[in-house]
C-alpha cells in the first residue's frame, strides 16, 4: 500500500505556526514511507475564503520545502462531485431532506440544555419524506441509530463513540452549498488518502465522518490526530502570543530549516535528540512518538535552533539573505563589498539574519554617536595618543587588502607599552561606535583604508573636543 497524506487548509488567513507543523507532519509521513502528499485547498466557506491566503499558504509550504505531489486541489471546483455523492445518499435512503426551521431547532436545543442533555437533532424529519425542490429544505445524513463507531488513533489509541451520541448531520445547506464533513470525507476517499493526520479540534468529527465513508461504500483511512500548540502562558497559541504567521518568521530573518527543526519538536520526539536536519527527520518520522499532551511554543528554542543553523548555513546562501535584509532596511551596499566576509564576522553573533543586518549596520552607514556608556568608559583622555597613532600607520598603508593589519595594532601597543585593551577598545569604539564587536582588524578589512582612516578622524576630534586641555597624555 503506497501512503497517501494530505495537509488540508481552509484559506481563511495565513499559514498559521499550528497548521504548519500538522503540514509537516503529514509530509513527513508521506516521505518516510515514500509515499504521496497532496495539498488540498478547503474553500467552500466563500465568505471567509480569500485569494490572498490561498498565496500565503502556498508561499509558507514552499518557503518551508513542503513539496506536495500533483496538483493542488480546490474543493470549490469538485462541486458537481459533492452534489453526485448527496443525491447518491438520496436515492439510497441514506439521507433525507430536512425543513425544521431555525426557531424549532432553537427551541429544541434550548430544552435539551434545560434538561441536562447534550443538544442533538431529533430526528423530525428522517421519515417525513419531504421531497425534492421543497424551499430551504436542508439534507441530512442518516447516521445509524444503533451500534457504535470504534476507531484507532495513532495519538490517542482506541476510541469508540455511540452512535446514540451522533445525530444526523446536515451535509448539504439549503442553498446546495455541501458542508465540511461532507467534503472531507468525499475529497480523502477520492484522492485514496491512507493516514489523516490533522489537528485534535477535528476529533469529535471523526466518528460521523467515519459512518459517511461506510455509506459511501469506502474503507475509512487511518487517523492521527496531534495536539494543539500552547502559548508560554498555557493558553492556545494565538496572536498575543507573538508571531503565529509561518512568513513572519522569515520577515524575521529565520531560515526555514531553523523553524522545520524546531515545528518537528512541537510534539514529536526521537529520544533526546533536538537538532534533526530535514534528512534526518524524514528517515526518523513515526506517528507512534507523537505526544499526547499539548506542545508549548518556546521562543527562546527557536532562537537556539536558528543560531545553530545559521553556524551550519553557507556564508554564500545567508550573505544573499543579509543583502536582502539591508535593502529592506534601506541600506545600500557598496557593490565592492564582500558580504559573505560580513557574514563570516558575525555568523556566530548573530540569532537571526534581522539580529545580524543591525549588528553589521555600522558597516555600511556612516556612525553618528557613540554607545554613552562605552564613551564614558573608553574614550577618556589616554585614547587620544592611541587614535593618533593608529590613525598614522593605518594612513600610512599601501597596500591595505594585503596589509597585516593586526601587527599595525600590536606595533602601536608595543611602542606605547600599553596593554592591549587601551589601544583595541579606543578602537572598536571609534570605528563601529559600540564597546563590543568582531575583531578590529576584520572589521577595517572590510571597511576598506579610506573609511578606517575616516572614522579614526572623527574620534580624535571627538575625543579632543572632550579633553581640550590634553595634549597627548597616556
Ligand atoms: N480544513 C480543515 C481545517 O483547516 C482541516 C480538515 C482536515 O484536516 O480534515 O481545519
Known amino acids: 500500500m503506497t501512503v497517501k497524506t494530505r495537509f488540508a487548509p481552509s484559506p481563511t488567513g495565513v499559514l498559521h505556526i499550528g497548521g504548519a507543523r500538522t503540514a509537516l507532519f503529514s509530509w513527513l509521513y508521506a516521505r518516510h514511507h515514500g509515499g504521496q502528499f497532496a495539498l488540498r485547498i478547503e474553500d467552500t466557506d466563500r465568505e471567509r475564503s480569500t485569494e490572498a491566503s490561498v498565496q500565503a499558504i502556498l508561499d509558507g509550504m514552499s518557503w518551508l520545502g513542503l513539496d506536495h ?20 445518499l438520496l436515492d439510497e435512503d441514506k439521507a433525507y431532506y430536512c425543513t425544521c426551521s431555525k426557531e424549532r431547532l432553537e427551541a429544541l436545543r434550548e430544552q435539551q440544555m434545560a434538561a441536562g442533555e447534550k443538544p442533538r437533532y431529533d430526528g423530525k424529519c428522517r421519515h417525513a419524506k419531504i421531497p425534492p425542490g421543497t424551499p430551504g429544505a436542508v439534507v441530512r445524513f442518516k447516521n445509524p441509530t444503533t451500534g457504535s463507531v470504534t476507531f484507532h488513533d495513532h495519538v490517542r489509541g482506541d476510541i469508540t463513540v455511540s452512535n446514540s451520541e451522533l445525530d444526523d448531520l446536515i451535509i448539504a445547506r439549503a442553498d446546495g452549498t455541501p458542508t465540511y464533513n461532507f467534503t472531507v470525507v468525499v475529497d480523502d476517499m477520492d484522492m485514496g488518502m491512507t493516514h489523516v493526520i490533522r ?67 512541537l510534539g514529536w520526539s526521537h529520544g533526546d535528540q533536538e537538532i534533526f536536519s530535514r534528512e534526518d527527520m524524514i528517515k526518523l518520522f513515526d506517528l507512534k512518538n507523537i505526544n499526547r499532551a499539548p506542545s508549548i511554543f518556546n521562543t527562546d528554542k527557536l532562537n537556539w535552533l536558528n543560531q545553530y543553523w545559521m553556524q551550519q548555513a553557507d556564508n554564500q546562501r545567508l550573505a544573499g539573505l543579509l543583502a536582502k535584509r539591508l535593502q529592506k532596511m534601506g541600506i545600500d551596499v557598496p557593490s565592492d563589498m564582500d ?23 555600522f558597516l555600511f552607514e556612516d556612525i553618528n554617536g557613540y554607545d554613552a556608556k562605552a564613551e564614558k568608559k573608553i574614550f577618556k583622555a589616554s585614547a ?7 590613525r598614522e600607520r593605518l594612513a600610512g598603508i599601501e597596500d591595505w587588502p594585503q596589509a597585516d593589519l593586526h601587527a599595525v595594532i600590536e606595533g602601536v601597543v608595543r611602542d606605547l607599552g600599553v596593554g592591549f585593551g587601551k589601544v583595541g577598545q ?49
Not at 339 to 361: C, E, H, P, Y
Not at 385 to 390: C, I, K, V
Not at 460 to 465: D, F, G, M, Y
Open 199 to 265: 489537528g485534535d479540534d477535528h476529533i469529535n468529527n471523526t466518528p460521523r465522518q467515519i459512518n459517511l465513508y461506510h455509506a459511501l461504500g469506502a474503507q475509512p483511512p487511518e487517523f492521527a490526530h496531534v495536539p494543539m500548540i500552547l502559548g508560554e502562558d498555557g493558553t492556545r497559541l494565538s496572536k498575543r502570543h507573538g508571531a503565529v504567521g509561518v512568513m513572519q518568521y522569515a520577515e524575521d530573518g529565520y531560515l526555514p530549516e531553523a523553524v522545520l527543526n524546531y515545528l518537528v519538536r
Open 339 to 361: 558580504l559573505s566576509a560580513v557574514v563570516d564576522l558575525f555568523k556566530t553573533r548573530s540569532v537571526t539574519i534581522n539580529d545580524m543586518a543591525g549588528q553589521a549596520r
Open 69 to 88: 505531489d500533483g496538483e493542488v486541489v480546490f474543493q470549490t471546483q469538485r462541486f458537481n462531485r459533492y452534489q453526485e455523492l448527496i443525491q447518491q
Open 384 to 390: 587620544l595618543e592611541p587614535l593618533r597613532q593608529l
Open 426 to 474: 579606543p578602537l572598536r569604539l571609534a570605528l563601529t561606535g559600540q564597546g563590543s564587536g568582531p575583531a578590529n582588524d576584520a572589521i577595517m578589512r572590510i571597511l576598506g583604508q579610506e573609511q578606517t582612516v575616516r572614522r579614526l578622524d572623527r574620534a580624535i576630534r571627538h575625543v579632543a573636543a572632550k579633553f581640550p586641555q590634553t595634549s597627548s597624555p597616556l
